[in-house]
């Protein structure tokens, strides 16, 4: 009786046992597969993919509810993570090391010496069961077997464990589209409102109740009593401009001091340039420092642009009159015509640093390992870790001498990703610095980017979002709205956009005025303005079509790098903007869609300009109405038609 039961408790042990491992044996070839597909890994997984949700969800059930109060403690780790702080760990040696073969003859060693090593010992174990042989009878091959076993173990929780952890404990998809909103996980840790060292204000915050604490900061008249002891201390250098919203913990007031003391120190007057109106924390730690009050840039609206189907009221930020008309001219134009498309090319940010070795020959070395295919998912591992949204597409190499450049391309989602390039880039550096100790890392950027700086590689391979854009639009249309006829802009458009570039020795910039328009677009929707130099790589073709009658007009930019989460598509005007286009924020539906949608629109606008303004040209109205426009009468109504 007795031996029966504890025979049925020992078979109980077994399949509860047996189940725990296989699913741990899931989870960990899983975790391998993503580390190194084969062709065969994605048909073997698709059954066990299917199921795995619900299997998963048995065995994390209970781990959800511990989940969810360790979150603030999570985001901390994810944030040092993206500081920079994880990095310094996976530099620790890892197992791996140990063994001269390459990463994925090892982790294929242990694999199957885990895998086997298990089926035998399960094996032996049912047979004790089925004999009522004691289990801690271990003969030497049972031994032999616990001890391997026990090793890989060691080895694949040191190679997969950490990342395996951390994707037990993150959220699901689902929940970093809610937190994205919040936009959590790269929020700058403001000092404003916190303890602060020291506390030079007669306000002293922490005499303050929290009541008072929450109350919104009042207005500080710019000579108050209050700020004259601040000012003055500003003035005589014994405290620094730069530390006050940390030590007044209040980034408005902070605005006030600074600006007085500047005033002061200079002699010179802000008059004129507001202050008021203007959230100073929402810039704190991410868009501007020591900021002393904000431009003001006019906004108009050009459209409808009726671009692949769909409406777009597009915001220009710009002081250049003309503009906004005339692209509101080509706007109408295009809806007349019936609209224009565009299409996306391709999408990747890129970033290449710059690293040296005491060789040509090593240099090279390293460039083949990097552009061998077989490398690539191990890399693009190594790479995508410290992102949800950064997925590694390409790398490309360039060598000077001993000099070699790595050109990283990658999707980021609905940023326009430097940051997040520039975080991956620093994992596979630290990562190939293992295998290559005599690698010297010249710099994260090796301007083989190429960021804000006119460069064929971009014109070439593309930056950002490559996309194509074209209308065609009939004959009466270039008549009627553009003022000229089908014949002279395309002629124009050869011997200007064309010859002429080509013969200035143009780089990207076969066009008549592609960085007017992203500039203003830029401006308005928060986009970073000084990556207008590639984003405005454009070559304008324009070809009569239907027996002569109709325009085929199309814009080709392959480098538009665009985003509509970070930087500057936060802050409340320029998140307006986004919002009258429709693509304000992380896209919940198709992370990264947002920030495509923008690219299309950035062409189309693009589109529409210039149109418009070889129309003027072409009918040699260019002079006067910009005669007209910018040394105004002030009586802009009529000049849209
Ligand atoms: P960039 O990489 O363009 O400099 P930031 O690093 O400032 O941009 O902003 C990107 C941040 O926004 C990242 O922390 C990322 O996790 C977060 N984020 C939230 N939603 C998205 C999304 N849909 N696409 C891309 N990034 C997103």
Not at 114 to 120: A, K, L, N, P
Not at 238 to 259: F, M, Q, T
Not at 392 to 411: D, E, M, P, T, V
Not at 588 to 609: D, F, M, Q
Request: hydrophobic fraction near 40%.
């Amino acid at each position: 009786m007795n031996k029966e039961k504890s025979n049925s408790s020992n078979v109980y042990t077994w399949y509860t046992s047996r189940g725990c491992t296989l699913a741990l044996l899931f989870l960990l070839y899983k975790k391998a597969f993503y580390a190194f597909p084969s062709p065969l890994t994605p048909s073997l997984l698709e059954p066990f993919s299917a199921a795995a949700p619900s299997v998963l969800a048995f065995f994390t059930a209970k781990m959800d509810v511990r989940r969810r109060p360790v979150k603030r403690h999570l985001q901390r780790s994810l944030k040092q993570q993206d500081s920079g702080e994880f990095l310094k760990h996976n530099d620790q040696a890892k197992a791996s090391d140990v063994l001269p073969l390459p990463l994925y003859l090892t982790n294929g060693l242990f694999f199957t010496m885990f895998f086997s090593v298990m089926y035998f010992l399960l094996q032996r174990w049912r047979e004790k069961i089925r004999t009522s042989t004691p289990l801690h009878v271990v003969t030497f091959s049972e031994m032999a077997a616990l001890v391997s076993l026990l090793a890989s173990f060691i080895y694949l929780l040191g190679f997969f464990g950490f990342d395996f952890i951390k994707s037990i404990l993150r959220p699901s998809p689902a929940s970093w589209i809610i937190e994205d909103d919040n936009m959590e996980e790269d929020k700058p840790v403001k000092p404003c409102g916190q303890a602060l060292i020291p506390h030079i204000s007669p306000t002293n915050p922490t005499t303050e109740t929290e009541v008072e604490r929450k109350k919104p900061p009042p207005t500080f008249e710019y000579n108050s009593e209050e700020n004259e002891e601040i000012i003055k201390k500003v003035v005589a250098g014994s405290i620094p401009s730069y530390s006050l919203e940390s030590n007044l913990g209040d980034c408005k007031r902070a605005a006030v001091v600074r600006r007085e003391a500047l005033e002061r120190i200079t002699g010179k007057s802000l008059a004129g340039m507001p202050l008021e109106g203007f959230d100073y924390e929402s810039i704190l730690g991410q868009c501007c420092e020591m900021p002393v009050g904000y431009i003001q840039i006019p906004v108009g609206i050009a459209g409808p642009l009726l671009l692949n189907g769909a409406e777009f009221s597009v915001p220009m930020a710009t002081t250049e009159g003309c503009l906004v008309a005339s692209t509101n001219r080509g706007c109408k134009a295009i809806y007349v015509s019936g609209g224009a498309t565009c299409m996306l090319l391709r999408d990747g940010m890129t970033r290449a640093p710059v690293v040296r070795f005491g060789s040509a020959k090593r240099a090279a070395e390293l460039k083949l390992f990097l552009e061998d295919p077989e490398n690539f998912d191990t890399l693009a591992v190594v790479f995508n870790k410290s992102s949800r949204f950064g997925k590694l597409q390409s790398i490309k190499c360039a060598i000077a001498g001993k000099n070699l450049y790595i050109r990283f391309c990658c999707i980021t989602g609905d940023a326009m990703g430097m940051n997040m390039v520039s975080k991956g880039v620093q994992n596979v550096l630290d990562y190939l610095q293992t295998d290559y100790p005599d690698m010297d890392v010249m710099g994260i950027s090796g301007n083989y980017c190429s960021d804000k700086k006119p460069a064929a590689v971009n014109w070439i391979e593309g930056r950002g979002k490559s996309v194509v854009c074209e209308a065609v639009i009939n004959e009466e249309v270039v008549k009627k709205v553009l003022k000229t006829t089908v014949a002279s802009l395309v002629e124009l458009n050869m011997v200007k956009n064309l010859t002429g570039s080509a013969m200035a020795g143009a780089l990207g910039g076969f066009n008549a005025h592609a960085s007017n328009i992203v500039s203003a677009i830029y401006i308005a929707t928060g986009q970073d303005p000084a990556q207008n130099v590639e984003s405005s790589h454009c070559i304008t073709m324009m070809e009569a079509i239907n027996d002569g009658k109709d325009l085929h007009v199309s814009v080709t930019m392959p480098s538009i790098e665009v985003g509509t989460v970070g930087g500057g598509t936060q802050l409340a005007s320029q998140a307006a903007c986004l919002n009258l286009l429709g693509v304000k924020g992380a896209s919940k539906e198709e992370p990264g869609s947002n920030a495509r949608v923008l690219a299309t629109i950035v062409a189309g606008s693009v589109l529409a300009g210039e149109l418009s303004l070889m129309s003027a040209i072409a009918a040699g109205q260019l002079v006067k109405s910009h005669m007209k426009y910018n040394r105004s009468t002030r009586d802009m109504t009529k000049l849209a038609t």
